[in-house]
Structure formats: structure tokens, C-alpha cells
């Protein structure tokens, strides 16, 4: 059998796939942001002109998937396979959004690492032989995601400092087995971690454990260091969990100066008072689509580590007094194709 | 490039990987049907020795992956990946279930359909050379779906006579590179068909496009008829969903008299009242991880399709009069290893 992965977690995509295409789509917040000229689209009515919020949300997905399809001059019966899934009860955002592209469906829920898990997925597949063209998609919603997970946005709660901002977002990734990149060379699928945090305000703290898990056995695995990349890139611990992989991380002898979060990226965190920062899986899912991969266009990044972290918890977890399992799903993406 | 694809939407899975070890365990109505004989463990408490419904979900998987472990001779250490998913509300069955494995983990929503995502996915995994053993989880409980998608039980609400009745019960299924049989050697992966029913106490009906779908997607592809398998069975359907399968793919020309469903098996609906069937992710993972599996080991089958259907709404979707986008994964398990 021929040897794909390399040292205790990561795989090694020997052929390494090529992002073909790739498109996100945001709300208003998004364009107040700085990241706001690399959205493909942006629309300041929450409902993308749905009847309610979460069939918005699900409009966002459609609208990321046909900009990618449209970008690459593909059509959606050119994809063998779309891996989706986002925060709603029972991903509903997913399944509503992409219903009509008949495309093969495979459902997957990983939180704010869904982008990540899409992208480890779809590059096996294709890797393996089982695939040609495959799209990865998600989203947020802040309307849809406070009503749910906290409380309907025109009871006007009060945020706590720790809170994010769910970004009203979504991204689209196609990787394919021909491209002229950037490539995912590596992929480690995260384990749950969870050190027993119970404040559901709190996530970055609850997901630091599971990205310093996942990053430290890519580093290990694969004998780079973080100076090997021009960018560490999280997804979304925001201001505190992005301190604490820091510190904890540099504790263990990791130079982290060149990582951030996509959490610390997508907002003026000064001027829209977006607390600790973005969060939501439409928020990493955008910055990469976005920002990250249009800078491997642009020559500005040339490999990269893009590692979303996601909460695996509930409303009703956090109502019995449960802790915060989290994942951290990495891909390395480089414009050179050659594994390690 | 290895051509691991057949046909329109058929992967081949050339190594064919090998079922090593499965499991199942239910709660007090599965020990009262007909296959309780097949079942590793039934547990007539339906909190598990857990605080909570939710939590005594959890343990069903937990000891569901406990039991596979300990059949098969291998610790969680030996596993490469697991997939696992479930009913609730952002999969918290799985996540808390399975947090403590410490096994990489990609998290899969596809509702009743996620055994077969599971196992699709799974082997295309071992068969790309992406990993050794994987293994696949789901689970559902009566009580903490009635409380989530309809009302709690103490309730008492009226169920009409399309319901079907939510298994409580949990299944695991380790695939391995290396091992006995019986062995993956077609996957199929669904596509999304919403033909537009809404009545949300009718599963089987909105499921039953989905299955058909997938299973002529299938035989077409392979050249095979529902003759050449010892059985083709979906999952849960129930009765109108089988009835509706059976007889819009006679029209079709195929000979449906070995078709069941996994939703018929699971209780006795005279004696049980069940209305019109089993249900619920952990109906056809127990059905398989018990009954069918043991009927290879025993002897009685040979080579069939497994197919079970998932119906991607949510009750936020229903209360606002979405339909019912479905899905069905199917695979193929053979005793011999070479495919079509």
C-alpha cells in the first residue's frame, strides 16, 4: 500500500490537489470590515432576500458555491462530491442552501472547523482517485446563530467581553485534481479535546487545547517548524484563545510570531467593537476564500497552515452544565506541489 | 490516475476494505423486538446511568465503539479516524460520546443516512492509503428526539399512524484494511431529492425519492440487478417508504421481491405498535451492526446493499413550512473481495 500519512497524524497528499476555485460571500458587517474588498459579493439585507434568517443563510451558501462554480467556468454537475455543513440544528443552512445542485452529498459537521474538515475530506478523495472535483462550503449567520445559541437578536442581550461576533458569511473552496494551486499537501484531522471549560462565552479558551493539539502534531510529523510557513492561520479562537495558543505554544519552544486567527482578521476590532473578535464557520470559511487564497494569487503567501477550531457543544450541553469538546481540523496549503 | 469510479455516481473500492469488527446496543424496546438476540447489549434504563437523556445517548455510543474495540481485539489507539455523527442538535451525541477516545475525528450529519456516510467515507479512506482502521458510529434515542423534534415525553403526545418510532439504539462498524470480510466494494454517495412533502410525521414518504435515486444510480452503474444481492435494504423508511420504494422502482423495471427495510426489522409492529416502522440513525446502525453482519458471519447472506436514507430538515425548518430535502448513501458488502 502506498504510504500516506507521515508520522503519527498527518496525511500526506501525494498528489497533492489544487484549489481550482474558490468564492465567499458576506453581509454588512463583513463590508464595514477590512477583509471587505476580497468578498466576491456583499449584501447588507440579513435576509438575502429569504423569508427568514436561516433560509438567508442558506441563500449565502448557494450564492458562495455559484460564485466558485462561475469563477472556475464550472458547472455544479462538474463536481463529484460537496462536503457542507454549518451551525444550524441539523445543518439546515447546508441542506436548504444546496438542494438544488444535485450534486453528491456528503453532510459533515465540525462547527467553526467545518471549512477545514471540508477541505482534509475533499483532498483525500480526490488524492485517493475517487474524485475529480470537490467542493467544500459554510457558513454563518449572526441572526440565525444568536437566536439560536443565545437569544433572538431583538431581545437586545448584553455581550460579554469574551464573546465573538458570528460572522454573516459563507466560503466556497473546489479543489480538483489538475490546477495550477496553491495545493493541499498535508491534513490532519483533529481529536477532541476538552480540558473542561464550561462558559459557552468563552470559546476561544474551550478551542486553544484542541489547535495547539492539532498544530504541535503537524509541526512534529512533518519536521517543519512555524517558520517554515508565511502564516499560522486559526479559525476563530479570537483575542483570547489566539493568546493563548500563543503562549502556550511559545511554552513548548514554537516561534509564533507569524500566527493570527482569521477571528482577528475579518473585523476593525477597534472600530466595530466586535468584542474578541469574529467567529462562526462562516468566518474562517471567508477569510480563506477570501483573503488567504487570493494572496497565494496575489504572491503576497506562499505556504501556508489553515487550521479552523470549532466547539462541538450544544444549547442544551451548556444547559446540563456540560464542557466544551473541541476540534481543530489543519490543511497546509502551498503554491508548490511537492509534499514533504 | 487509478480509475476508482464506475459509471455516473459509483465509487469501486478496488482494495475493498474489510469489516473487522462491529457492534450494537439498544435500550428496553429493541430487547422486546425481534432482533434482540443480535444486539452485543440492551439496557432497559434509558438515561444509561447517565443525568440526562442526551448524556445516555452518548453512552450508547461510547459503549457501542467499546463493544466493536473489545470484539475486534483493538484499542481506540489502533483507529485512524472515526466518523460519527447523530440526530441532535449539533451532533452532541457523538462529540460527548466520543470525546474521550482521543481518536482523530470528523464529525458527519447525514440524520438516518449517517452509517452509510460513514461507511462510504471510511473506505474510500482505507482504500486511498489514507488510513488502516476507521471506524463509524451513530446513534439515536427515543426520548431525546421526541424532546427535539416534537414534544418531550412526558407530554404524551398523539403519534400518527405515518410515524415511525425513533430506535433507541447505537451501532459501530470498524473497517480495516487487512481482514475477513465481509468487505466494502461499491459506495454510492446521495444526492439531495426534495420532491416537495412537508408533513414532517411522514419521513418515509419525503425518504423514499432519495432511495430510489441512489439505488437505481447504483445498479445502473454496476450492471446489476436486486437479483444478484442476497438483500437490498434502506433505512428508515418505515412502511410507506418501503411500499413507495417498491413500487415506483417496479415501474422502473426492477424486481424489488429481496427489498426490506431496516425500519420493518427492527420491532415487531403487531406486537409493538409501532405504527409504520423503526427509525432514527441508530435504527439501521443497529440493523447492520447486528443482524445483517451476523448474517454474514453465519452464513445466511452474501453480498448486499445497504442504503440508508436520512431527511435533512430540522423543526426550525418545518415550523416554517420548509419540505424535506433527503439523501441515501449506499454501500455495497460482499463476502467476496473483488468488485464489478
Avoid at 118 to 129: C, E, N, R, Y
Avoid at 253 to 280: E, I, P, V
Amino acid at each position: 500500500m502506498e504510504c500516506n500519512r507521515i508520522g503519527r497524524r498527518t496525511v500526506r497528499l501525494r498528489r497533492a490537489p489544487s484549489v481550482v476555485s474558490h468564492a465567499c460571500v458576506g453581509g454588512k458587517m463583513e463590508r464595514n470590515g477590512p477583509l471587505s474588498a476580497h468578498f466576491d459579493e456583499l449584501d447588507d439585507d440579513p435576509f438575502f432576500a429569504q423569508k427568514t434568517w436561516e433560509l438567508g443563510e442558506s441563500e449565502l451558501q448557494r450564492r458562495a458555491v455559484g460564485h466558485a462554480l462561475e469563477k472556475g467556468s464550472l458547472s455544479a454537475k462538474d463536481l463529484d462530491f460537496l462536503f457542507a455543513g454549518d451551525l444550524l440544528n441539523q445543518c439546515i443552512g447546508s441542506s436548504f442552501g444546496l438542494r438544488d445542485f444535485g450534486v453528491p452529498y456528503f453532510g459533515i459537521y465540525g462547527a467553526c472547523s467545518t471549512m477545514g474538515e471540508g477541505l482534509a475530506l475533499g483532498a483525500m478523495l480526490i488524492d485517493g482517485g475517487f474524485a475529480t472535483l470537490v467542493g467544500a462550503v459554510t457558513s454563518s449567520h449572526f441572526c440565525t446563530a444568536e437566536r439560536q445559541y443565545r437569544a433572538p437578536i431583538p431581545y437586545g442581550s448584553q455581550r460579554t467581553p469574551t464573546a465573538q461576533w458570528t460572522a454573516t458569511a459563507a466560503g466556497c473552496c473546489i479543489l480538483g485534481a489538475q490546477g495550477q494551486g496553491p495545493y493541499v499537501t498535508h491534513a490532519v484531522c483533529g481529536r477532541m479535546v476538552d480540558l473542561g471549560i464550561t462558559d459557552a462565552t468563552n470559546m476561544g479558551a474551550a478551542m486553544a487545547p484542541a489547535a495547539i493539539d492539532t498544530l504541535e502534531a503537524l509541526f512534529e510529523d512533518t519536521h517543519t517548524r512555524p517558520q517554515d510557513y508565511d502564516l499560522i492561520i486559526t479559525g476563530d479562537l479570537g483575542e483570547l484563545g489566539h493568546k493563548a495558543v500563543s503562549e502556550l505554544m511559545e511554552r513548548d519552544g514554537y516561534d509564533m510570531r507569524n500566527y493570527t486567527d482569521c477571528g482577528l482578521l475579518l473585523y476593525d476590532r477597534a472600530g466595530q467593537d466586535m468584542h474578541a473578535g469574529g467567529s462562526g464557520a462562516g468566518c474562517s470559511a471567508a477569510v480563506l476564500n477570501g483573503y488567504l487564497l487570493r494572496g497565494f494569487r496575489e504572491g503576497r503567501l506562499h505556504r501556508i497552515v489553515f487550521a479552523p477550531t470549532g466547539a462541538l457543544l450544544s444549547p442544551t450541553s451548556t444547559f446540563q452544565g456540560g464542557s466544551i469538546p473541541s476540534i481543530c481540523h489543519a490543511v497546509v496549503l502551498s503554491d508548490r506541489k511537492e509534499g514533504a
